[in-house]
């Protein structure tokens, strides 16, 4: 039984800063940084906010925790006419070709082979793309191991 999610216009780009705000401890730790740029105007979405604001959580969170360097993560926020894209680049493991295509999947996990330090149940991404979908968006993702991932978010600007 899911009950309906309350739907609420909202500043992405306001939201999306305090979320990274709260990983500044975690960030430093390990003397690195997350920035945050915004090109245009409009940031207003529609959508439950506390969903979006755990969706943007767990994409910083998982680009912190599977880096071997210091975490260097741009958030890129672009507002067009009809669009708000939203693109979340990190420097860290990457993800294998192989995994691409399944890590939105409910309970996948990479295969890291020796580290045992990440816990969690596969389902970070899973809720990240059930959250964009419910705000009528679209989420990619590209990688390249040892390089970093790129998740790319395009929601709809809410009409009215």
């Known amino acids: 039984t899911e009950q309906p999610l309350n739907h609420e216009l909202f500043d992405a780009s306001a939201e ?3 979320v990274a705000d709260t990983f500044s401890v975690q960030i ?3 003397k690195g940084s997350i920035i945050v740029n915004t090109s245009g105007n409009n940031f207003t979405l529609s959508g439950n906010i506390e969903m979006f604001q755990i969706a943007i959580g767990n994409l ?3 680009a912190i925790r599977y880096n071997k360097n210091a975490p260097l993560i741009t958030v890129n ?3 067009a006419k ?3 894209e939203v693109r979340i680049t990190d420097n860290g493991i990457g993800i294998g070709k192989e995994n691409l295509s399944q890590i939105f ?3 996948f996990r990479i295969p890291t082979g020796d580290i045992h330090d990440n816990e969690g149940f596969g389902l970070g991404l899973y ?3 059930n ?3 419910q705000m009528h968006g679209k989420i990619k993702v590209s990688s390249q191991i040892d390089k970093g991932t790129t998740f790319t978010i395009e929601f709809p600007v809410p009409k009215g």
């Open 16 to 18: 999306i800063r305090n």
């Open 28 to 30: 430093n730790e390990k």
């Open 60 to 62: 910083i969170d998982n």
């Open 77 to 79: 926020m672009e507002s």
């Open 82 to 84: 009809d669009t708000i």
């Open 105 to 107: 999947e409910k309970f």
């Open 127 to 129: 809720f990240v793309k």
């Open 131 to 133: 959250t964009v979908l």
